[in-house]
């Protein structure tokens, strides 16, 4: 019996005819048949294979912050929440100095940030992004994608290794936490601190105005004790804030400024208590009654009796006109 063609055929006319036979077709050129080795394709699979899982392994250390990346310190913002009171320009110039002779050494620790795409909020090093901003060159970061309770423990315990930062600044970024409701946990694992100190922290930014904090500045020399000696004399002072800033002078270093202010709690005269004037005005059928104290710069005004809620709400909703005719009450007439 007769072997069979390996090109299987339904009769003698289909064929194929041997490659010896076939005529070029005119304006067509066949290309050259050559014979791919097994082996090359395996090769060229094999590398596009190796180039994707590097560049797999490559995004995933990316998004592990395992690898530094140079940004546009245009597109970076700062974090959300502030743990400075400023920036020493002479610290910053001798860092500027510093980058640029030996380039920057340790990169900075940003996330994508979460409301704007394309831009990135740091999570430490914002003396390095001022640095480099100054040197007009790009910022060494390393990129991770970050929980807002992630980013602040960063933030904070990065701040802790460097010890840069003064007490009364670590404890105004522990009450800046506590007013965005980060949880004590939160707060103690960013400053790595126990709750009693916590404790003590915001208690000395809560008896001094958030103004005179910021005039004194970071004082790097004063820590806890003298922090919390000034805020329990200036509760037992009873001094006008103003007067107490009045005392700083801006040409002294933030430590000084933190010893004056020390020293206008004593030398300042207290505040004399102003006795309230006193105003009562009560209906004719004497469903309610309405009384004012009154001193330079407040009025307190209480309503009573039965009526006393509903008469105050009804005032509440007329304010806009009162004042209005208020103020022009107070307009001199024409002629005067």
């Keep these: 019996m007769a072997r069979k063609n390996l090109i299987e055929v339904s ?5 194929p005819t ?17 014979s791919a080795p097994i082996g090359g394709i395996t090769r060229t699979l094999g590398n596009i294979t190796q180039k994707f899982e590097r560049a797999q392994d490559l995004e995933k250390q990316l998004a592990e912050g ?24 002479v610290e910053l110039g001798d860092l500027v100095a510093q980058i640029k002779e030996h380039g920057q050494q340790v990169p900075i620790l940003v996330r ?13 090093g914002h003396r390095r992004l001022a640095a480099v901003k100054e040197l007009g060159t790009k910022v060494r970061a390393v990129i991770r994608d970050l929980s807002d309770d992630q980013l602040v423990v960063s933030q904070g315990q990065e701040n802790n290794a460097r010890t840069n930062l003064s007490y009364i600044e670590r404890a105004l970024f522990a009450a800046r936490l506590e007013d965005r409701s980060f949880s ?7 400053l790595n601190i126990d709750k009693a100190a916590l404790s003590k922290m915001l208690s000395v930014v809560r008896a001094i105005p958030i103004e005179l904090i910021e005039a004194i500045g970071s004082a790097p020399e004063v820590g806890r004790r003298r922090w919390m000696e000034f ?3 200036l509760q037992k002072a009873k001094v006008e804030t103003q007067a107490v800033l009045a005392a700083l002078s801006a040409d002294n270093s933030s430590d000084q400024r933190f010893q004056q202010a020390a020293g206008a709690l004593t030398s300042i005269p207290k505040m004399t208590r102003e006795e309230p004037r006193t105003n009562l005005w009560g209906a004719k059928d004497k469903s309610v009654s309405v009384n004012v104290k009154a001193t330079a710069n407040k009025a307190i005004v209480t309503y009573e009796a039965k009526d ?11 304010l806009d006109d009162l004042y209005e005719a208020f103020r022009k009450s107070q307009k001199p007439a024409i002629g005067d």
């Design 184 to 190: 004590r946990e939160v707060i103690m694992a960013a």
């Design 66 to 89: 395992k690898i530094v990346v140079e940004l546009d310190p245009a597109v970076v913002d700062g974090s959300f929440v502030s743990d400075r009171l400023s920036i020493d320009p």
């Design 11 to 15: 009769s003698a006319e289909e064929a």
């Design 112 to 124: 994508p940030h979460p409301e704007v795409n394309g831009r990135y909020q740091v999570a430490y």
């Design 18 to 34: 041997p490659m010896a036979d076939i005529r070029p077709i005119a304006g067509f050129v066949a290309p050259a048949v050559r």
């Design 308 to 318: 006393g809620p509903s008469f105050a709400a009804y005032i509440t909703a007329r």
């Design 231 to 233: 805020a329990e004399k």
